[in-house]
Every structure is written in structure tokens, then in C-alpha cells.
């Protein structure tokens, strides 16, 4: 097998959307643009991003195209139906949802409830509405303390979140809870995801997440990218929530990492490590952090602070590795409400010995990235085009 590329690095810059998609309305979601939108909040200084070319995809307040751009640009539309962190990552290795999953905007109906407070032998559930995670804590965190009732919880997204206090609940119990419901949620029931959301803390004022979260994924179909490169004999080496949103599938190496930062030192470990095929990481905390809680400044400040570490990334590359950085949908945090938003998202790609200044224009799919790296690597999969032959 002859590759142009050693090892393809895909980082997704969890929710860092690049504007409204065409039926983004339909979604409720018209107008959205999470970058836009938070550069026309105050200058973002993204030097290295910028060089690379992430100004010339769509014009950025502040942020110029420049003439030579140092890496090759584009965006890519969201094809699946869904806007969700699981549609957007199962896209990129090549599975299509023409049905997304359901979702539950009144709360869960009472026969699930029911279901899961007979099977888990809990005394109930506080909440069961979309809510934020952060809020619904404070709201109803001292409740749960005293009646020992988990806080289940989803939002516009296909996820039943559990949410309690390590000390009332302990984590092995809670991730117990959680497998029950995972296994309850099937058929027209299942969603994308069961998430356990510990927390601690002593009263509503300083209630606060633990970085024990647990997801509890649908397993995606077995002809995706990610088994099929593991089936090829190459590396898949995961970071951050990448293989719990594959389910462990075709993972050869799961690098824990719970922050942008964790992701990112990962990365460079990955990279400094001796491997061929695919690192794929995740940095989460755009989107967690700054998208859902609609914090403008706090997600100008991640991109600033990943652009600042970006140097070291490309430091770590290989002469024969490519990097694409992307990402998974919109979360636009000038928007009203906490949910994500319907947008392209970018796609900037660089290597030391890639073609650089390409534009790779508007791709049809996020599966086009799954498609390029599958080609690298003389695979096919069902969903994406190639843009492997433009960089070479």
C-alpha cells in the first residue's frame, strides 16, 4: 500500500461552526454563526489560524484572508439530519442519518421514567426537561441531596442525562444507573446518548461538575472508517470523548483527556509516538463550556489559547502528516436558548508536505474528511469525496 500520508491527525474543534446552513431555519436556528458572531463580539487574535487560512473560508471581522495562506481551507455541510456531536462525528467516517435520532423536547414520557425507576430501583427522578446542565444543577442540586432522586435531564439533542452528587450517588452507582438506561432507550427510544453528569459541592452556589462524565453510546454501523482502518492494520488512536462517541469501535488506543487542554498535550503526544493511520481528537470544551452556557468572551478566549498552542501541534507533525482541523456543528453563543445550532462547519488542512492555498470550496458532506482519509490509506468508504488528490 502506498500512502501520501503517514498519518492523518483530525482534531474537531467541538461546535466551532462557520455559518447558517441553508435550511438552518427549519431548525430554528436562521442567522447562526458561531464564529462570526463571536469575532464581531471584539478582535480574536488567531495568528496561526489565520496563516493557515481560516479567513479565507468566510469573512471574519478582524481576521483578513491572506494572499498565501500557509494550509488549504473550506467548509462542509452538515448532510445528516441532526445537529448533534454524535451525527456530526459519525458523518466524518462516512455514515449518513437520513433519520436522526429522536429526540425528547416535553421530557421523557412517563413509561421510560417509570421504567427506569423500577429497573435502577431509584425513589424517583427530579427534572426530566431540556435543560441546561450547569442551571439544572443549582436549581434542583440540594433537592437531590436530600431525597437522594438523580436529576434526569436532556436538551435539544438525543441525550438522557443523569446527572448527582458523587457523594450521594458514587460514581460506580451512577455509572450502573446509566447502563440500565442505556438499555431501556432502544427502538424508537433510542438516543444518541445516556450521560452521566456527576457533581459536587455543598449548596447551589458552588455546586459543580466533575470531570467523571461518562457518555453511553448507540453503537454506529461496523462499516465506518474507524473499524475499517483498525482492520487494515493501522493505528487508530483516539482523544478525549472520540471513542465513546464510536463506542470503542475500531479504537486501538483510547488517550484520556477531559478539557481542551488535556486534548491538546494529548495530541502532541500522539504525534511524538510512533504510529500509522489516524489520531483523532476532540476539544470539547468549546462547546461545553462556552457554546452550551452561551459565553461569548470564554469561547473567544479557547480559540486564542488554542491558536497559541497551535505551533507546537504543527511542531510535532511529521514530515508525511497531515492535519485537518474541523468540526462537528454549530453552537453559536449569541444565540438564544443553550441548544446547537444548524451551520457548516470549516475545514482547514495542513502539512509540511501538502499543496498549500487550496481551496477546497464547499464540500458536500463532513464525510468528504472520512473519504480523504480512507483514500490515503487505499480504502473506501460508502459516503464522501476524496479530496486527498487536491493536497498532492
Known amino acids: 500500500m502506498t500512502t501520501k500520508f503517514g498519518r492523518i491527525c483530525l482534531m474537531v474543534l467541538d461546535s466551532a461552526g462557520i455559518g447558517e446552513m441553508p435550511d438552518a431555519a427549519a431548525w430554528g436556528d436562521a442567522g447562526a454563526h458561531t464564529l462570526g458572531h463571536i469575532f464581531e463580539s471584539r478582535r480574536v487574535n488567531l495568528p496561526n489560524l ?203 488506543q483510547d488517550l484520556s483527556a477531559k478539557n481542551n487542554e488535556q486534548t491538546i498535550d494529548q495530541t502532541i503526544n500522539a504525534l511524538n509516538a510512533d504510529s500509522t493511520g489516524l489520531i483523532f481528537s476532540n476539544l470539547v470544551d468549546f462547546d461545553m463550556l462556552y457554546g452550551h452556557r452561551r459565553d461569548t468572551e470564554g469561547y473567544a478566549k479557547a480559540l486564542e489559547h488554542f491558536d497559541s498552542r497551535l505551533p507546537e501541534i504543527i511542531d510535532a507533525l511529521r514530515a508525511d502528516d497531515l492535519l485537518i482541523m474541523t468540526a462537528d456543528h454549530g453552537n453559536d453563543p449569541t444565540k438564544e436558548g443553550s441548544d446547537h445550532t444548524r451551520e457548516y462547519v470549516p475545514l482547514v488542512v495542513y502539512g509540511k508536505s501538502a499543496k498549500a492555498g487550496v481551496n477546497l470550496g464547499i464540500r458536500q458532506s463532513l464525510s468528504d474528511i472520512g473519504q480523504t482519509v480512507a483514500e490515503n490509506f487505499g480504502l473506501r468508504i460508502a459516503d464522501g469525496v476524496s479530496f486527498l488528490q487536491e493536497l498532492t
Not at 92 to 111: E, S, V, Y
Open 50 to 252: 489565520q496563516a493557515m487560512g481560516i479567513g479565507n473560508i468566510t469573512p471574519l471581522k478582524g481576521l483578513a484572508a491572506v494572499e498565501h495562506p500557509t494550509g488549504s481551507f473550506g467548509k462542509c455541510t452538515l448532510k445528516s439530519d441532526g445537529k448533534d456531536t454524535t451525527t456530526g462525528h459519525w458523518e466524518m467516517a462516512g455514515i449518513i442519518l437520513k433519520t436522526g435520532f429522536p429526540t425528547f423536547p416535553d421530557g421523557f414520557p412517563p413509561r421510560i421514567i417509570h421504567e427506569f425507576v423500577a429497573k435502577t430501583s431509584v425513589p424517583g427522578v427530579l427534572g426530566n426537561y431540556p435543560a441546561s446542565g450547569t442551571e439544572i444543577i443549582k436549581e434542583l442540586g440540594e433537592e437531590h441531596i436530600r431525597t437522594g432522586k438523580p436529576i434526569v435531564y436532556t436538551s435539544a439533542d438525543s441525550v438522557f442525562q443523569i446527572a448527582a452528587h458523587e457523594y450521594i450517588v458514587p460514581i460506580d452507582r451512577l455509572y450502573e444507573i446509566c447502563e440500565i438506561a442505556r438499555n431501556i432507550l432502544r427502538g424508537d427510544d433510542e438516543v444518541a446518548r445516556v450521560i452521566a453528569r456527576p457533581f459536587l459541592g455543598e449548596n447551589a452556589a458552588n455546586f459543580k461538575r466533575t470531570e467523571n462524565r461518562h457518555d453511553y453510546a448507540v453503537p454506529p454501523p461496523s462499516d465506518n472508517l474507524l473499524p475499517l482502518l483498525k482492520n487494515a492494520g493501522l493505528d487508530v488512536v483516539c482523544i478525549g470523548k472520540i471513542a465513546s462517541i464510536y463506542n470503542g469501535m475500531g479504537v486501538t
